[in-house]
Structure formats: structure tokens, C-alpha cells
């Protein structure tokens, strides 16, 4: 049975300028112990998506305009706000992309980190400061008793984002969402940040869904894939699947662009054109301008998941008809 049912999730965004369909219809399961990765470029929806399951959508101008959250028979999008706050921080936790701005200046990295146990009623003030000295110096943070009095400002960024994940698993969360965690941390950080979420994962059983645009992460650490574009899913499979047979033209062009596969002195490919305009309505299929593939009824003709292949499925009209 699935830790998180998604269906039909659609979040608009009401500004003077018109309104931006962030999420449109998003639909899909998380099972207990699954690592899912939400790809896409930036704009695509993969952090809204996720901060709608949250309940942290600022409204307004954001609106849940439609669809259901189930996780463990409660949903999140309708629960009562207490409900919400007896999930959110405890059973379900969320590594944020920027810890600088994620973190507290003013609050010692002490006060940070029991504040989820507190709050949730698990723990003393004082077994919970133990229990913060145990979840720094397993994020690998040296000399833990003298940082914990330190403030945000006084670590750098990759220690700042260790902070973030103590954080998130301090309750032991049956859920983690981890909102590109890596983006601003070089190489050799980034890799010991995912080895340290896989080796929590397994000690803890949780579920994660990992957003990012990294390809490269994804193939080495996610079980099943989510492709976005527009606020839409164009793509899912497992992850060896979809990088070995990749169906949708967005999902193609996507893994066209990894550098690490360019021909050597080769220009790196890019895709052509930009992301769609949201606060527009589009009838068809929102890669369609884009897609070299695309013919006239791409532009003009709805399109929704078809399957193509045990658990892979994808949203192009002309490989659904079998033309491509």
C-alpha cells in the first residue's frame, strides 16, 4: 500500500498579471521505503508540487485548486490545520534548496534543532538536546557540543545544509522530501550529502522524493522517476528504464543534454525555445513548440499518461499512435 497517493493535484497562482497554472493535474504514489526523483527544468512545478503537500503555498496569492494528498489515510490538502501540524515537521520532513535562507539567523542551531521534537510533544528539553548532539554528529559535523551554540552565519554552506538534514530527520519522518538539497554544494560535498540521506534512508525505512534537475544524481539514487514540464507529468518509469528507453521527446532531449554523454569538442546541446507561458491556456501538448517532433494536431489535441510499457508511462500523442 502507498505512503502518499497524489491525484489530480492542481495548484494556480492568482496575480494581477493572470493566472499561473503552476500544477496542472499531477497524479502519483509513494511506496514506504521508495526513493522517487521529480526531474524537470526550472519552472516545470517539482518544488510546487511538493510545497503544496506541505501546506506551505503562500495564500494568496497561491491556491489549491483541486485534487487529493493521501498519506496513511489522512489527506493533507483538506486535514484540519491542527492535523497538519501534527504531520508536517514530524511524520513527514522537508530538506529546503537554501539553508541560509531556510534557517533562523537569530536562533542558535541549538534551538533549531529540538524545536521539531518540542513542538511534537516526543521528547524533554533536555533528551532532546541529546538527541540534537547525536543528529549533528552523524551528518558528520566535528565537535558538535561547541557548534550547537553557534549561529547559521558561522557555518558554511555545505555545513548549513547538514544543520537542514538533522533537522528534517531528528523526528525519524516516515516521509522526506528533499528539495534539490545539492544545488549550491560542490562535488565532493554533494556526494557525502546523498550518501548520508541513503545510509539514513536505510537505517530508517523512510520514503524520500528527491527534486532536482541533476540527471546525473537521479540515475544513481532514485528507484522510479517523475518527468515534469509546465506543471505537468510527461514521463514516469523506473529509473533504469527510463534512461535506457526513454519514450516522451521532452524526457530524450533532457538526457541529450548531459554533458558527460556530448561528444568530446562537440557543442553541448541545448534545448531550443523556452518554457511555456503558464498564465496561458495550452490546449495541447506544452512541449509541442519546442519538440522537433511535434506536428499540427500536437498543438491543438489534450493529451494525458498512456502506458507504453510495465509502470513506464508517458504523455506524447505521436509515440502513443506508435509514429514515433
Same mark, same amino acid.
Given at each position: 500500500?502507498?505512503? %502518499?497517493?497524489?491525484?489530480?493535484?492542481?495548484?494556480?497562482?492568482?496575480?494581477?498579471?493572470?493566472?499561473?497554472?503552476?500544477?496542472?493535474?499531477?497524479?502519483?504514489?509513494?511506496?514506504?521505503?521508495?526513493?522517487?526523483?521529480?526531474?524537470?527544468?526550472?519552472?516545470?512545478?517539482?518544488?510546487?508540487?511538493?510545497?503544496?503537500?506541505?501546506?506551505?503555498?503562500?495564500?494568496?496569492?497561491?491556491?489549491?485548486?483541486?485534487?487529493?494528498?493521501?498519506?496513511?489515510?489522512?489527506?493533507? %490538502?483538506?486535514?484540519?490545520?491542527?492535523?497538519?501540524?501534527?504531520?508536517?515537521?514530524?511524520?513527514?520532513?522537508?530538506?529546503?534548496?537554501?539553508?541560509?535562507?531556510?534557517?533562523?539567523?537569530?536562533?542558535?542551531?541549538?534551538?533549531?534543532?529540538?524545536?521539531?521534537?518540542?513542538?511534537?510533544?516526543?521528547?524533554?528539553?533536555?533528551?532532546?538536546?541529546?538527541?540534537?548532539?547525536?543528529?549533528?554528529?552523524?551528518?558528520?559535523?566535528?565537535?558538535?557540543?561547541?557548534?550547537?551554540?553557534?549561529?547559521?552565519?558561522?557555518?558554511?554552506?555545505?555545513?548549513?545544509?547538514?544543520?537542514?538534514?538533522?533537522?528534517?530527520?531528528?523526528?525519524?519522518?516516515?516521509?522526506?522530501?528533499?528539495?534539490?538539497?545539492?544545488?549550491?554544494?560542490?562535488?565532493?560535498?554533494?556526494?557525502?550529502? %546523498?550518501? %548520508?540521506?541513503?545510509?539514513?534512508?536505510?537505517?530508517?525505512?523512510?520514503?524520500?522524493?528527491?527534486?532536482?534537475?541533476?540527471?546525473?544524481?537521479?540515475?544513481?539514487?532514485?528507484?522510479?522517476?517523475?518527468?515534469?514540464?509546465?506543471?505537468?507529468?510527461?514521463?514516469?518509469?523506473?529509473?533504469?528504464?527510463?534512461?535506457?528507453?526513454?519514450?516522451?521527446?521532452?524526457?530524450?532531449?533532457?538526457?541529450?543534454?548531459?554533458?558527460?554523454?556530448?561528444?568530446?569538442?562537440?557543442?553541448?546541446?541545448?534545448?531550443?525555445?523556452?518554457?511555456?507561458?503558464?498564465?496561458?491556456?495550452?490546449?495541447?501538448?506544452?512541449?509541442?513548440?519546442?519538440?522537433?517532433?511535434?506536428?499540427?494536431?500536437?498543438?491543438?489535441?489534450?493529451?494525458?499518461?498512456?502506458?507504453?510499457?510495465?509502470?513506464?508511462?508517458?504523455?506524447?500523442?505521436?509515440?502513443?499512435?506508435?509514429?514515433?
Amino acid at each position: 500500500m502507498p505512503l %502518499l497517493t497524489v491525484t489530480g493535484l492542481r495548484t494556480h497562482f492568482h496575480t494581477r498579471s493572470g493566472i499561473y497554472r503552476a500544477v496542472d493535474g499531477v497524479s502519483f504514489s509513494v511506496e514506504p521505503g521508495e526513493t522517487l526523483g521529480i526531474v524537470g527544468e526550472s519552472g516545470s512545478g517539482k518544488s510546487a508540487t511538493c510545497y503544496s503537500i506541505m501546506g506551505l503555498i503562500p495564500q494568496p496569492p497561491g491556491r489549491i485548486e483541486g485534487g487529493t494528498a493521501m498519506f496513511d489515510g489522512v489527506d493533507l %490538502l483538506h486535514c484540519t490545520p491542527a492535523a497538519a501540524r501534527g504531520i508536517r515537521g514530524n511524520r513527514v520532513s522537508m530538506i529546503f534548496q537554501d539553508p541560509m535562507t531556510s534557517l533562523n539567523p537569530y536562533m542558535r542551531i541549538s534551538d533549531q534543532l529540538i524545536e521539531p521534537l518540542l513542538i511534537h510533544g516526543k521528547t524533554s528539553r533536555s533528551e532532546a538536546r541529546k538527541r540534537a548532539l547525536e543528529m549533528l554528529a552523524s551528518v558528520g559535523i566535528s565537535d558538535a557540543a561547541r557548534r550547537m551554540r553557534q549561529y547559521p552565519h558561522e557555518f558554511s554552506g555545505g555545513m548549513r545544509q547538514r544543520v537542514m538534514i538533522a533537522m528534517a530527520l531528528i523526528t525519524r519522518p516516515a516521509l522526506l522530501i528533499a528539495d534539490e538539497p545539492t544545488t549550491a554544494l560542490d562535488v565532493t560535498v554533494q556526494a557525502q550529502i %546523498l550518501e %548520508l540521506i541513503q545510509r539514513t534512508q536505510r537505517e530508517l525505512g523512510m520514503a524520500v522524493i528527491f527534486i532536482t534537475h541533476d540527471l546525473a544524481v537521479v540515475s544513481g539514487l532514485c528507484d522510479r522517476v517523475l518527468v515534469m514540464y509546465a506543471g505537468r507529468i510527461v514521463e514516469t518509469a523506473g529509473t533504469r528504464e527510463l534512461f535506457e528507453n526513454p519514450r516522451h521527446p521532452y524526457t530524450r532531449a533532457l538526457r541529450r543534454s548531459i554533458p558527460a554523454t556530448q561528444p568530446k569538442g562537440a557543442e553541448l546541446y541545448t534545448i531550443p525555445g523556452l518554457p511555456p507561458d503558464l498564465s496561458k491556456p495550452l490546449p495541447g501538448c506544452p512541449f509541442a513548440p519546442r519538440c522537433e517532433f511535434a506536428v499540427a494536431r500536437c498543438h491543438d489535441t489534450p493529451t494525458s499518461l498512456s502506458e507504453v510499457g510495465p509502470g513506464h508511462l508517458q504523455a506524447c500523442l505521436r509515440v502513443q499512435s506508435g509514429e514515433i
